[in-house]
């Protein structure tokens, strides 16, 4: 039992939360797997610690070539069951010194800003980078609290096959963290009855790390898109979703005390993008019916949560005082915000309610009872904040009615907008089709120019160019599917179309015209992911072509996105060559925009190892080329990181 450990921790360092947990482990594994495998793992480790390093004398070095082959001959001895059992244990220690090292991370933080705020547990890094750039002034405070209010970092969720833990096991894991937390805040405000608390904190490790280690680590089944989605989701809910609402408060109240203004209520620096569902690209089995289920589900989870937040709202307000705005919305009822919000929490309970219908018995979706629009839940809330605040409730709209209202901003109709994304040959071909249909011959094979003044044209004819009786095979079907379904999703829903492998300005306008063709009104933004070496160093290219077409530039109000591939680049050149082409490049295109007048957003398809153009988010962004931020921009966070 846990209680046998003699280990008590006086405060969490890290060698001392490492060593507890490996001690926690090691009970686990003596209770599950037995004392004789338990003392193997235990001589594997000694003679593993004793074999490291050959930086000594020479007889001390002796000795370590001696344990370095005894500690091979013990693991060629051992029998599979055995071996497995013994890997296991090592990795769920790396995996527990994982977790101690970015928690101490943390708690190194809040130590020193302790120190700083005597005795609070602020977090004021923040703060003190504001006031660095004031101070020094390398901003007038007018300027800064403009790009504040402007601030757009758009962060897109991806799905990936290298993720392999399972939902579960990453929230048991989360759970071990939250232990550790709860402990480090019981030492930090000196609870009277420390010992208590530590053997509280020992018990439940104890119960946490056997539940970890009673599970399957592994998928055991190909995940679907929509299971993807909904990991996506939970993300959303289990992190973000409480993470948003502080962030932008903490924010705001910085620049106030800076500025001595208030960001206003619209204000919404994080948003939230999906592929998860939406990238074809990146997996064949996402189809046309696929990207509907999961935009149902977002929403479905949107509802959810939204209705949970509203059921809180309710009942706080009890008071009878409102505006005359209110009033005149709801008439002499004593309790006027429970009767005014009501109703729009009862249409979020119908949103759910009609997509279960829809999705489990397959029954016609009615859309009447589906809540269309984020400003269906916007619009009352300011409503409700204007008034609080004319009553002197001010508090309280600055409460859970603004965080309320700050996370709708931030995570829209369905949490996160989903960006569908699909290789730019699959659209050449369906074009190329089309135009063999009417007799326009080989679309492929046209010069750049008549493509260009072709798509042109046709963009701005109001005659269809897709007939009703055209014959497709079934990879034209299935990507002009698509196009028809995106024309029956909401708008609010959608983010961007990706154009993989783009490497000509007829890449994206071919993408416009079949989105125009398909009936959707609003055309998702086309953004032109350029991938590969040869692909980065044209993209200015391309993209000076496509400024030059007047038409396209009105349409999208002289805004526009490109994506910059990391992950393909860096397997195409190799790191160095990709780094330097991805510098370059954006340098280029930004150059090129602000010929061109145009406000550019670069999106960053970073992956999750360094070798595939990931790493610290942090000094990702410090490294970017000077002039390219702008206040905005949009990074892929893939499936192995996410958590």
């Not at 003699?6 to 507890?20: E, G, P, R």
């Not at 686990?28 to 610690?49: A, D, F, H, M, T």
């Not at 160093?537 to 591939?565: C, D, P, T």
Request: charged letters at 30%.
């Amino acid at each position: 039992m846990v209680k046998k450990i003699k280990y008590k921790i006086a405060n969490i360092q890290l060698s001392k939360i490492v060593s507890l947990l490996g001690k926690i482990l090691g009970v686990v594994v003596k209770e599950q797997e037995g004392l004789q495998l338990y003392n193997k793992i235990e001589e594997i480790r000694s003679l593993s610690k004793a074999s490291r390093g050959t930086k000594s004398k020479k007889k001390i070095k002796l000795n370590k070539t001696k344990k370095f082959r005894q500690l091979i001959t013990t693991i060629n001895k051992l029998k599979p069951k055995e071996s497995l059992v013994i890997a296991r244990s090592f990795s769920k220690f790396l995996n527990f010194s994982n977790l101690a090292e970015s928690l101490n991370s943390v708690h190194k933080i809040d130590e020193g800003n302790i120190q700083k705020t005597q005795g609070t547990n602020a977090f004021i890094i923040l703060e003190d980078n504001i006031n660095r750039l004031l101070k020094q002034k390398f901003v007038s405070k007018e300027k800064f609290y403009q790009v504040s209010k402007s601030l757009k970092v758009d962060l897109v969720l991806t799905a990936h096959p290298t993720e392999v833990k399972r939902r579960t096991l990453i929230q048991k894991y989360t759970n071990v963290n939250n232990i550790l937390e709860k402990f480090n805040k019981s030492r930090i405000f000196k609870i009277k009855n420390i010992k208590t608390e530590t053997l509280a904190m020992e018990r439940n490790l104890h119960e946490e790390i056997t539940s970890i280690w009673k599970t399957d680590e592994l998928k055991r089944s190909k995940p679907k898109p929509t299971e993807e989605a909904q990991w996506g989701l939970a993300v959303i809910e289990d992190s973000l979703w409480n993470a948003v609402p502080k962030i932008c408060s903490r924010f705001n109240e910085a620049v106030e005390v800076y500025t001595g203004k208030k960001l206003p209520i619209e204000f919404s620096p994080l948003v939230f993008g999906s592929w998860m569902g939406g990238d074809r690209d990146g997996n064949p089995n996402v189809t046309a019916k696929t990207t509907e289920e999961v935009v149902l589900l977002s929403r479905w989870e949107a509802a959810n949560l939204y209705e949970k937040e509203f059921t809180k709202i309710i009942q706080k307000l009890s008071m009878h005082e409102c505006s005359k705005e209110l009033k005149k919305k709801v008439g002499n009822s004593q309790e006027p915000y429970r009767a005014y919000l009501r109703p729009i929490r009862n249409k979020l309970k119908s949103t759910q309610k009609e997509i279960e219908i829809y999705l489990n018995e397959k029954k016609s979706l009615k859309e009447s009872l589906l809540v269309q629009s984020a400003n269906e839940i916007i619009n009352p809330l300011k409503i409700v904040y204007k008034s609080l605040c004319e009553v002197k409730c001010k508090a309280i709209a600055n409460g859970s009615v603004l965080d309320l209202l700050r996370r709708v901003y931030s995570f829209g109709l369905n949490l996160a907008r989903l960006d569908i994304r699909q290789e730019a040959k699959k659209h050449l071909k369906l074009m190329k089709s089309i135009c063999k249909h009417l007799g326009l011959g080989d679309f492929e094979k046209w010069p750049e120019e008549k493509k260009i003044s072709f798509l042109s044209k046709e963009f701005k004819s109001k005659r269809p160019l897709v007939s009703k009786n055209i014959s497709l095979d079934k990879e034209d079907k299935e990507t002009w599917s698509t196009f028809k379904m995106i024309s029956k999703l909401p708008r609010e829903c959608l983010g961007a179309y990706i154009i993989s492998m783009s490497s000509k300005a007829s890449d994206i306008l071919t993408v416009l015209v079949l989105q125009k063709e398909a009936g959707i009104k609003s055309c998702l933004r086309t953004v032109p992911l350029f991938e590969t070496l040869n692909d980065l160093e044209n993209a200015h290219h391309v993209m000076k072509e496509i400024y030059r077409i007047s038409w396209y530039l009105k349409y999208f109000k002289n805004k526009q996105e490109v994506m910059i591939g990391y992950s393909d680049s860096s397997k195409d050149a190799g790191k160095l060559a990709a780094s330097w082409a991805q510098y370059c490049t954006q340098e280029k295109l930004q150059a090129l925009s602000n010929k061109y007048k145009v406000d550019l957003t670069l999106f960053h398809g970073r992956g999750g190892s360094v070798g595939r153009g990931g790493g610290p988010i942090y000094e990702a962004l410090l490294s970017q080329p000077p002039g390219t931020v702008n206040g905005r921009t949009r990074v892929t966070e893939q499936g192995e990181i996410i958590q």
